[in-house]
């Protein structure tokens, strides 16, 4: 069976800093229609600084649409036409000071496919320097050192719900089972 | 410090079938105020079904803001009020046919804490039997068969980009391994 649908109508509510909403009206594979509301995101960067005695370095932060701190690894929106592997490290190095010698891909994610279009790339540093912080005007965060076993516990545990963090944790917690870092 | 936002002015752009999207003003912790765009979302719920045989039963469904075919574990939205667990049986009975002896919590997932509320609650279910399926009239989705062992291979791989199928994926990996499944 061909699962594809197709745009009949796209209509923009509302252009943001960080979003556009659209609403369309969708062809269905069976010829019936349905409406589909749509998050449009430019895409984000994750980047898990990871240290030689397998130490990660978090960031602590209130996340607005929860109104509570939430633990993750650093973090941020990708701007218009920017690379993700420069926008983590740029990230990085704001949120945390730490520069890396060495950064390898941990894969992409799909937050919530029904109704983002966001996609967030993951990325592990290595051989990491720590200097100074550079935050955004509106951006408060404080670092947590964690070692990559408790921080294992704490995501079976559920003490860290964000999706990109709990993905990479696991990530990075196979590849070293594997002997691969 | 108190990392703590507060709103200051709140203002719905839309309210919708799936989602609300509210934009605030926020007093951020130095005094100083930001915009903050806020996708209100009722929750979601999502449900691996794991045989006796270590396989799990996938979802293919299209995605409309991708524009792609994405293999996810099923899943769907809490209506409003709905308890996650019971929502997770009728999503899987929906979507699958199955029905499950044994439902277990494989924690919660903030899938993009920056801009989205959304909570979506994991289970892990058991004991499979399977009768038929019983979809949506806007769903068109194929099931897929795939043992657990290579569905971590895929995650690994990058083939399974939805987050919380990765997250469900390598956490039964990690209790198969620990023996506790």
Same mark, same amino acid.
């Given at each position: 069976?061909d ?12 252009k943001?800093k ?6 369309d ?5 069976d ?8 998050v449009?995101h ?6 898990a ?7 990660l370095?978090?960031v602590e932060q209130?996340?607005?649409?929860y109104?509570e701190?939430?633990?993750e690894l650093?973090?941020?929106k990708?701007?218009?036409g920017e690379?993700?592997?420069s ?6 190095k704001?949120?945390t000071?730490a520069?890396?010698d060495n ?7 799909y937050?919530?496919p029904?109704?983002?279009s966001?996609?967030i790339?993951?990325?592990?540093a290595?051989g990491?320097s720590?200097g100074?912080?550079e935050l /955004?005007?509106d ?5 947590? !050192? %964690?070692? +990559?076993? @408790?921080a294992v516990k704490m995501?079976?545990?559920g003490?860290i719900? /964000?999706?990109?963090?709990q993905v990479a944790i696991? !990530? %990075?917690k +196979?590849? @070293? ?5």
């Open positions: 069976m699962l594809t649908e197709k745009p009949i109508k796209q209509e923009y509510i509302y943001g960080i979003l556009n909403i659209r609403v009206d969708a062809l269905l594979p010829g019936g229609s349905a409406k589909r509301e749509v449009e430019n895409g984000g960067v994750m980047i600084p990871l240290d030689d005695d397998y130490n370095y978090f209130f996340r607005y649409p109104m701190i939430v633990t650093p973090a941020g990708l701007e218009k690379e993700a592997l926008a983590g490290m740029r990230e990085l704001e949120e000071g520069t890396a950064i390898t891909s941990l894969g992409k994610l937050p919530s029904g109704y983002t966001e996609i790339y993951l990325y592990l290595r990491l720590f100074e912080q /955004d005007f951006e408060f965060l404080e670092i947590k !050192k %964690i070692h +990559l076993d @408790k995501v079976m545990d003490e719900p /964000d999706s990109k963090t696991l !990530k %990075i +196979l590849l @070293k089972d594997e002997g691969l870092i």
